[in-house]
Nanobody, 115 residues
Framework: QVQLVESGGGLVQAGGSLRLACAAS???????MGWYRQAPGKQRELVAA???????NYADSVKGRFTISRDNAKNTVYLQMNSLKPEDTAVYYC??????????WGQGTQVTVSS
């Protein structure tokens, strides 16, 4: 009932910036949304989350560098990533939470930060 499509990943040098976008489509309303990442050999971890009302939460490792936002009219959530570090390299996934149907995940987008 919900499709999430991420975009905006790529290769960037350390200190650079990227902006990820996640567009949601479908008939089900999405409440909370979040960005997660998974590096090779590591577990998937929360990067940032935003409620339908706009409250945000960040992993300590990205506070002050990443900003999550959403455009409810466009059903899109964004992740602005500044001052990128090599340790930010991972596949970034978008997740949307619905009240009645649980969680939906996007296919992921690769972010690679070179030193």
């Amino acid at each position: 009932q919900v499709q999430l499509v991420e975009s905006g990943g790529g290769l960037v040098q350390a200190g650079g910036s990227l902006r990820l976008a996640c567009a949601a489509s479908g008939r089900v309303s999405i409440n909370d949304m979040g960005w997660y990442r998974q590096a090779p050999g590591k577990q998937r971890e929360l990067v940032a989350a935003i409620t339908s009302g706009g409250s945000t939460n960040y992993a300590d490792s990205v506070k002050g560098r990443f900003t999550i936002s959403r455009d409810n009219a466009k059903n899109t959530v964004y992740l602005q990533m500044n001052s990128l570090k090599p340790e930010d390299t991972a596949v970034y996934y978008c997740k949307g939470h619905t009240t009645w149907y649980g969680d939906y995940w996007g296919q992921g987008t690769q972010v690679t930060v070179s030193s």
